[in-house]
């Protein structure tokens, strides 16, 4: 089976099981570890695709439900497909959609066919299916998409969680039998079990016996603690196939993307950066930093001393506190540019620190400046 998405190890880590990969897709090559940055809406919010490009992002992700319900698969269909739509002519990642179905939306009501929902816009009464999900992510022509699932809740119950991964998988075969499978689109798989071992094993055994490209770990960040997190990946990342891509969804502060690599995951998303860096809160190399904060009032300082970005290079924490106070957009622009750079750069480091064999040095001089150490 042609896949049109291919990863190529490069090399793995001796003090980890951290790997440096390539992922290979029909809209350039992305180097792993790697952040995604997340365009929900066709849009990394406030950046153009040219400062995306400028701080070398390679990839970036997009919802197929809001994209489902504004402005319509159709429509973008219609403009060429999502990289025409939003001019963006490196890779994309579509979500399924099901995780935003249950995170959004209110009356669902799941079945074995599919989701029953109300649209968190409009309220009218929608439908999506695994054969739905992959026409919607079929029309807006991304380079991976996402097996339609189920997320399910933390905390769940055993057994809600057991026929919950195995609707998953019964989703994930249809996912696979619909897809028409263009040349140069590729399904990942998504595991599910939430914090069960046995069921983590059941439900990557169910999905690796099937031939998808990729898999991502999905159920995870959903408001458990990060030591739960990192022991179903302890048990989880070495199910998964050694020659295809391993993505850990919804994962996006510094520290988890550290941990996150040392156990051998290969790409992340999240929208922590976009999110955070619109009411003025930043990531710097000592950490958090709230710029919105008063005692910034009259720091003429760079935002983050150690960051060669274009916000640290020409404006101060004044100035930003200022904009942003003034609820100025170019203020949410400048902010948003930083996070999402600093993370670009925080991987490039990670990436450099596996080829050096020292992932976990660079991880406790990381932790120790940014302050991790300390909560
Ligand atoms: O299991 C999943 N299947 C499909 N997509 C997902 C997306 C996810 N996103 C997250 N967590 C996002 C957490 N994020 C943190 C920053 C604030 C907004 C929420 N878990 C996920 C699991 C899944």
């Known amino acids: 089976m042609t896949a049109a998405v291919t990863y190529e190890a490069i090399k793995t880590c001796k003090q980890s099981g951290a790997r440096l990969g390539r992922v290979h897709t029909p809209h350039g090559t992305i180097e792993t570890p790697t952040f995604m940055p997340v365009g929900t809406q066709a849009t990394v919010k406030t950046m153009s695709p040219e400062e995306l490009k400028e701080m070398d992002a390679r990839i970036i992700l997009s919802n197929t439900y809001h994209l489902f319900l504004r402005p319509g698969h159709e429509l973008i269909r219609e403009a060429g497909g999502l990289h025409k739509f939003m001019n963006w002519d490196r890779a994309i990642l579509t979500d399924s959609g099901g995780f935003q179905v249950f995170s959004l939306s209110d009356m669902r009501k799941i079945t074995e066919e599919g989701v029953h929902f109300r649209s968190h816009l409009s309220g009218d009464k929608l439908f999506i299916s695994p054969e739905i999900a992959m026409e919607i992510q079929n029309a807006l022509g991304s380079d991976i998409m996402m097996a339609f699932d189920e997320c399910a809740p933390f905390p769940a119950e055993h057994d809600y969680v ?28 998504i ?12 439900s990557a055994a169910d999905l690796t016996s099937l031939d998808f490209p990729g898999y991502a770990i999905g159920g995870l960040s959903v ?10 990946l302890d048990y989880t990342v070495p199910l998964m196939p050694a020659n295809k891509p391993r993505y850990l969804m919804g994962v996006g502060s510094p520290d988890a993307l550290i941990e996150g690599s040392i156990r051998g995951i290969d790409m992340f998303d999240c929208v922590l950066p976009t999110r955070i860096a619109r009411n003025g809160t930043t990531m710097t190399s000592q950490g958090r930093l709230v710029v919105r904060n008063a005692q910034y009032a009259n720091d003429f300082g760079p935002l983050d001393p150690e960051c060669d970005c274009y916000t640290c290079r020409n404006y101060s924490r004044a100035y930003l506190r200022h904009l942003i ?9 400048l902010t948003t540019y930083h996070n999402l750079y600093f993370l670009q750069n925080l991987m490039k480091n990670v990436r450099q620190a596996i080829m050096d064999d ?11 400046q940014y302050g991790l150490f300390n909560n």
């Open 162 to 189: 057991k026929k919950s991964l195995e609707r998953t998988s019964r989703w994930a075969e249809r996912c696979l039998e619909s897809h028409t499978r263009p040349a140069d689109q590729s399904l990942f798989a």
């Open 191 to 202: 595991i599910q079990g939430g914090m069960y071992e046995d069921l983590r094993r059941q």
């Open 223 to 232: 408001g458990e603690p990060k030591h739960l997190m990192y022991d179903v």
């Open 325 to 333: 106070k003034a609820d100025e957009t170019f203020g949410l622009r």
């Open 358 to 368: 020292r992932l976990l040095d660079f991880r406790d001089e990381f932790f120790e």
